[in-house]
């Protein structure tokens, strides 16, 4: 299992600031992601930050809006730039932990609230 | 186009009673499909997870049927309490478990269980 901490768990932000998410885990892993959660939807994954590579952004997320490091296999930074209120939304980090060459199991931290006033 | 169709978007459900929510995708190559489980202000936790060689699991009080023909799956929650008061999110992930970033998740059920 991996227990993943993140920081801040919410904030409120001004428009066209930014802000940085931190995560922690309590193990070493290889694949880091951050997700995305608006109120009452669903997951859409943001990119995937894996140690030694760069991040790698899903179709609507961009670097410069989004700069993730991985400086180690333990922790992760997610920032969300020149922030607008469309951003105001629920930041997940999540590893993904590989049982056996068949199975795996993502695991999520708690979140990070962020509002965008 | 959302890889996984998940129904319905929310449940009410009078304890002791039993909680289905469905799934349904499109690709043949997803090989893997877990259910999770999120209490607000909480990350999703994994509940169940089923793969296609087989057609039900159970856990408990939690049971995953799975249709391979009908590309469909579905979570039972048999014995409902008011503690399984969460939302439930079904997912999807092609072959290669380590495919991690190709996990596709539904828009996911609120389920709220009467006392």
């Known amino acids: 299992s991996a227990v993943i901490s993140q920081k801040p768990s919410r904030d409120i932000c001004q428009r066209g600031t930014s802000l940085t998410i931190q995560c922690q885990v309590d193990s070493q892993v290889t694949m880091m992601f951050w997700y995305r959660q608006q109120p009452g939807q669903s997951l859409t994954l943001i990119a995937t930050?894996?140690?030694?590579?760069?991040?790698?952004?899903e179709s609507g997320f961009v670097i410069d809006k989004f700069p993730i490091s991985r400086p180690n296999l333990t922790f992760s930074t997610l920032t969300v730039s020149n922030m607008s209120p469309e951003d105001s939304s629920i930041y997940l980090c999540?590893?993904?932990?590989?049982?056996?060459?068949?199975?795996?199991?993502?695991?999520f931290g708690e979140g990070s609230r962020l509002t965008v006033l | 186009q959302q890889q996984v169709k998940q129904s319905p978007q929310s449940l009410i459900v009078q304890k002791g009673g039993i909680s289905i929510i469905n799934c349904a995708y499109e690709n043949t190559a997803f090989d893997y499909f877990p259910w999770y489980q999120q209490f607000p202000g909480k990350g999703p936790a994994l509940l169940i997870a089923i793969r296609p060689d087989v057609s039900e699991k159970k856990e408990g009080r939690f049971t995953i049927s799975f249709n391979k023909s009908a590309k469909q799956f579905s979570l039972h929650i048999m014995d409902s309490q008011p503690g399984d008061s969460a939302t439930y999110f079904c997912a999807a992930s092609p072959r290669n478990i380590y495919n991690f970033n190709k996990f596709y998740f539904g828009s996911g059920t609120k389920l709220n269980v009467k006392p």
């Open positions: 930050a894996n140690q030694g590579s760069e991040a790698t952004y």
């Open positions: 999540s590893v993904g932990v590989a049982r056996d060459r068949n199975t795996g199991e993502l695991f």
